[in-house]
């Protein structure tokens, strides 16, 4: 019995594999979209992290100014206290952070702290946790600035002087012809007027002496204080007598006594 072995038939249709360039892309372009999926998920929130941030260290300095600024108050109020008691009438207090100048005892090269008739100082400001390293404004000039803004205090618009009024030709000129008729028409009555004015001319000396004789209100002098922020030079000297010099930001207080009317 023969037996006949099926042959393959050419005419039916079969898959076809992949191609190289299929097998080779098909995971590289997979990988691709992963990462690039990543990336952009991080930049939808990288806004709200930036924005964050930028909010807690917003925070964080408001925070430290005010714990400056407290230290800072702390020392104007006693030297302003000490001033009082001083007697004189002027005095500049510069304010450094302690761990800002290395030199305990250096001292200002640009301010005579000699003169007898100005009341000067140093401060060395610190605070009670504060470790080594903490300089704050000694080497930040935009923080110093910054502090001085909120020390400074407001001008008295009272005493300001105001420049003066412009005045019209128009209006000066019919300013003197109604005074030059004015006087004609009271020439007239200058006869009829003098005896007025002798009796009362007696009862203003009475009151001019009661005047005199009444106590005055106490007079107030003005204190004009100025708060500035300034790159201090400060010179110093080491163990061996040699001399040096730092440079750093301070805030520097300056004040002024103006005195007002007699003394008692």
Same mark, same amino acid.
Do not use: C, G, W
């Given at each position: 019995m023969d037996s006949k072995?099926?042959?393959?038939?050419?005419?039916?249709?079969? =898959?076809?594999?992949?191609?190289?360039?299929?097998?080779?892309l098909s995971? !590289?372009? +997979?990988?691709?979209?992963?990462?690039?999926?990543?990336? &952009?998920?991080?930049? =939808?929130?990288?806004?709200?992290?930036? !924005?964050?941030?930028?909010? &807690?260290?917003?925070?964080?300095?408001? +925070?430290?100014?005010?714990?400056?600024?407290?230290?800072?108050t702390t020392q104007i109020q006693i030297y302003l206290s000490r001033f009082a008691q001083s007697g004189l009438r002027r005095g500049t207090l510069i304010l450094v952070p302690a761990q800002g100048l290395e030199d305990d005892h250096a001292q200002p090269c640009d301010y005579d702290f000699k003169d007898p008739e100005e009341f000067d100082d140093v401060a060395r400001v610190r605070g009670k946790e504060d470790g080594e390293g903490e300089t704050w404004y000694w080497r930040n000039e935009e923080m110093a600035r910054r502090l001085v803004d909120y020390l400074r205090p407001t001008r008295?618009?009272?005493?300001?002087e105001l420049p003066p009024r412009p005045r019209d030709d128009a209006v000066e000129s019919s300013s003197r012809s109604v005074s030059a008729a004015g006087s004609r028409f009271w020439r007239k009555k200058s006869v009829v007027t003098n005896v007025a004015t002798a009796a009362k001319g007696e009862a203003g000396d009475t009151k001019r002496d009661s005047d005199l004789k009444s106590p005055k209100s106490p007079v107030v002098d003005k204190v004009a204080m100025d708060?500035?922020?300034?790159?201090?030079?400060?010179?110093?000297?080491?163990?061996?007598g040699i001399f040096g010099t730092e440079t750093g930001w301070a805030v520097v207080v300056k004040l002024r006594l103006t005195l007002e009317g007699p003394r008692i």
């Open positions: 072995i099926p042959m393959p038939s050419h005419d039916r249709e079969e =898959a076809a594999p992949p191609s190289y360039s299929e097998s080779i995971p !590289s372009a +997979a990988i691709s979209t992963y990462y690039r999926t990543q990336i &952009q998920s991080q930049l =939808a929130t990288l806004s709200t992290e930036i !924005s964050s941030l930028s909010t &807690q260290k917003t925070l964080l300095s408001h +925070a430290n100014d005010e714990k400056i600024l407290s230290l800072l008295d618009l009272r005493n300001q708060v500035s922020a300034e790159e201090v030079v400060f010179r110093t000297e080491n163990d061996m």
